[in-house]
């Protein structure tokens, strides 16, 4: 029953994130930019941009430039997750990558910088005047959600050890559409519910900000408006000015 | 938490702060005052004004579905304005960027709040959370007192751009403000002093409604006084065809001070360089505040009418003067708006920036210097927030920040630069751009002088600065109205080609016939 409850919601949550979010990102690549807006300085050159976007992307540029504790709390955050993302491919693989094995165990430590850098973040939010202005209950909740994923999967391993293979035999299943029995293991059925959770508002909440980020104009425009023209579609079509004055001068 | 904030700003102010305890922090951050400014409210346009640009006269009877129709059409339109209303994540970076925000304490003024104005109503009609969990994501109805709240801060936003510099994910809360003020106009609430500016670029060619008549006889005077000063006959022609250079300049060049001396020098290195140029009466304004509303279309109009003048006129190449925003339009936009410029001389830049040609003259030497003219002045400079960060100069990235520079290194024997966090890329605005340099602003103008005033008196302290130069009309006229607020007489802010006017060193051309003007009496 609750293996067969699991397995709906995880289908259910992959879907809607997988639909949602490229429903968005087609929206976004097919809304047309009808001005050269980079932020200048800005690269004059695709290379460039494409370098811009990785020292953004990678190294989290202006946010280390504009506001070191953000940066440092959201580096954190943001590296260790994708750590501990990397490491959870092993539920999901069989044989296990080589690299995956690699990464293992700071894959495990990295939950413990990953918490530390959302509760860095939270406490920004709580104590800093300005932040607490802007923070909406969403803002909360969505920390709230991933604080309660890191801690409970830190509790699989930590507090309540899980029978982990059994968890990575439902996982291999869920894969070939074989729902198998599911541990029923408090800490897990949190970690799991949570997850699918964040999966499902993914598509409809600011964490849109992940794909968001390769459509922002003012990072992702080369800088050379004076030697290409930029046209869009729709200003295309506006009714044409006249090519000489008319009367002139009147006033 | 006061130890966080001073951290909080970014890399070096930490250190710079206990350097020196006496000199004012540019980048101090005031405690949040809830509702400072929620009274100023800039003056309504009235029905003509609107009218004349498209937009209805009054506030429409069904107000609210015209301006939601208008926020989705915007999102259909512009991508910039769709993605940035999903992605910001309230991370705060922005909260102490803006210098209205610095300057007023109001927290409104903080970028991401001033985004969230509109971003809530979004989401309230255009997303699925705002829809069905509105209170949860901060989503709320459009009312009326959500749109004067709009009007009243969407109009103490200057379109700088420092808020989008500092985001990660890239958010610039001018996009958001000038399609606040798109939806604004759109539903017949325009501000007074942009739609009334824009009517009189479309009525006459320039801002201040100058007739091609009142225009010759200023320039007529400009020519005296420069042969006064000189002994040489300068020129400034207008409207004159088969000129080689169309200068587009913004009419506060002929009229306001310092702006005036800068066009003086645009002349004289015309002339030094000997090539023919000219102003034109149909094309006298280089602002383009179709800008500052948002607006594609009264943007393209006015843009348009250099494209007629360069036609006209039978240019072959097209120089820009000292102007923040017109620099953004024209690098940036101008191409899209009114090109493509097949028909001007591919050789040169389309645009040109009138410092790339001065840099240009001095680098090859045709012009001469004379550095000593100005060491009655201890200058730095004031990057202007629309070419440090909407534009760009010569060929490398950041050429903004190094052409008026070594412009002005070449005319100045002391340049100092002022605190790194408030100049180029990390400039302050004026405190007067976007619309703003109305006087029923002056309160928001004056308190938004503050990062740079401090930081100019930071340079007074450190290096003896006497004089600050700017590139931008609206900068210049902005500065030498506050800079008696905080101590500093309004001759202390200086067009850069003033300072390369007197430097200049002219020689008189035994040829000065070719230059007559011969299109004068066209009109």
């Known amino acids: 029953m609750l293996s067969t409850l699991y397995a709906v919601l995880f289908y259910v949550a992959t879907i809607l994130l997988v639909v949602g979010v490229t429903r968005k990102v087609i929206i976004y690549a097919r809304t047309p930019a009808p001005l050269k807006i980079p932020v200048s300085p800005a690269p004059r050159t695709r290379a460039g941009v494409v370098m811009r976007m990785l020292r953004e992307v990678l190294l989290f540029q202006s946010l280390f430039r504009s506001n070191k504790w953000i940066w440092a709390f959201g580096f954190l955050f943001h590296w260790s997750m994708l750590l501990v993302l990397l490491r959870h491919l092993r539920y999901f693989t069989e044989p296990v990558w080589w690299w995956v094995s690699l990464i293992q165990p700071f894959g495990i430590y990295a939950g413990f910088t990953m918490l530390a850098g959302l509760l860095g973040l939270l406490a920004r939010r709580i104590v800093q005047e300005r932040i607490r202005y802007i923070s909406g209950p969403s803002d909360y909740l969505m920390l709230a959600l991933l604080i309660l994923i890191v801690l409970s999967g830190l509790a699989m391993r930590f507090v309540a050890p899980t029978d982990i293979v059994a968890v990575k035999a439902y996982m291999l299943g869920l894969l070939r559409f074989r729902i198998l029995e599911l541990p029923a293991a408090a800490p897990l059925l949190v970690h799991l519910a949570s997850v699918a959770v964040l999966m499902i508002v993914f598509p409809i909440s600011k964490l849109m900000h992940a794909p968001g980020l390769f459509f922002a104009p003012s990072r992702t425009q080369v800088d050379n408006a004076r030697e290409f023209r930029h046209k869009t579609a729709w200003a295309d079509q506006l009714p044409p000015l006249p090519d000489d004055i008319p009367a002139r001068g009147e006033s | ?523």
Not at chain 2, 154 to 177: K, W
Not at chain 2, 212 to 235: M, N, Q, S
Not at chain 2, 261 to 287: I, M, N, P, Q, R
Request: aromatic fraction near 8%.
């Open chain 2, 1 to 523: 938490m006061a130890p966080l904030d001073k951290n909080d700003a970014s890399g070096s102010s930490a250190d710079k702060g206990a350097a020196d305890a006496s000199s004012p922090d540019p980048l101090e951050i005031p405690r949040l005052s809830c509702g400072a400014m929620a009274d100023l409210h800039s003056f309504e346009a009235a029905p003509e004004h609107n009218e004349l640009l498209g937009f209805p006269g009054e506030l429409l009877p069904n107000w609210k579905e015209v301006a939601i129709a208008k926020m989705g059409e915007l999102a259909e339109k512009n991508r910039a304005f769709r993605v940035y209303l999903d992605t910001c994540v309230k991370c705060g970076a922005c909260t102490d960027k803006c210098h209205y925000f610095l300057g007023t304490g109001d927290p409104k003024n903080m970028p991401v709040a001033r985004q969230d104005l509109l971003r809530s109503v979004y989401r309230r009609y255009f997303t699925f959370a705002g829809k069905y969990f509105p209170k949860l994501v901060g989503a709320r109805d459009l009312t009326r007192e959500v749109l004067d709240e709009w009007y009243t801060y969407y109009h103490q936003c200057s379109q700088c751009r420092r808020c989008a510099v500092s985001c990660p994910y890239g958010i610039d809360t001018a996009e958001i403000s000038m399609a606040a003020r798109e939806i604004l106009d759109s539903v017949g609430v325009g501000q007074k002093y942009c739609n009334e500016i824009i009517g009189k670029v479309k009525k006459t060619g320039n801002n201040l409604g100058l007739n091609p008549k009142a225009l010759r006889a200023t320039l007529d005077d400009l020519e005296e006084d420069l042969l006064d000063d000189t002994g040489v006959e300068v020129k400034i022609p207008l409207d004159q065809k088969g000129a080689e250079i169309l200068l587009i300049t913004p009419s506060a060049d002929f009229f306001a001070e310092p702006h005036i001396d800068g066009l003086l020098g645009y002349a004289k290195v015309f002339h030094s360089a000997g090539v023919s140029w000219t102003l034109s009466s149909y094309a006298s304004e280089a602002a383009n505040f179709g800008m500052f509303i948002g607006s594609y279309e009264n943007m393209r109009e006015v843009a348009w009418r250099i494209r007629q003048a360069a036609k006209d006129l039978g240019v072959r190449r097209i120089i820009f003067g000292e102007c923040g925003h017109a620099w953004r339009v024209a690098y940036s936009f101008l191409n899209t708006l009114a090109g493509p410029f097949d028909f001007l001389d591919q050789n040169y830049p389309i645009p040109q920036h009138i410092l790339e040609f001065t840099l240009d003259e001095i680098e090859s030497g045709r012009l001469k210097i004379d550095k000593s003219k100005n060491d009655d002045y201890v200058m730095t400079f004031h990057d202007s927030c629309n070419v440090a960060r909407g534009a760009a100069m010569g060929r490398e990235e950041g050429g903004q920040f190094e052409v008026p520079r070594k412009v002005l290194r070449a005319v100045c024997n002391h340049y100092h630069d002022m605190d790194p966090d408030t100049i180029r890329e990390n400039t302050f605005c004026c405190g007067g751009g976007g619309g703003l340099l109305t006087d029923d602003l002056m309160d928001l103008r004056i308190k938004g002088a503050k990062p740079r005033m401090n930081a100019l008196r930071k340079a007074t302290e450190e290096h003896g600065v006497t004089h600050m130069a700017a590139i931008c009309a609206i900068c210049k006229t902005q500065f030498s109205k506050v800079m008696p607020k905080y101590g500093y007489g309004m001759d202390r802010i200086m067009s850069v080609h003033q300072l390369v006017a007197n430097a200049v060193i002219l020689e008189k051309r035994e040829t000065d016939a070719a230059e007559k003007p011969v299109a004068e009496e066209s009109t």
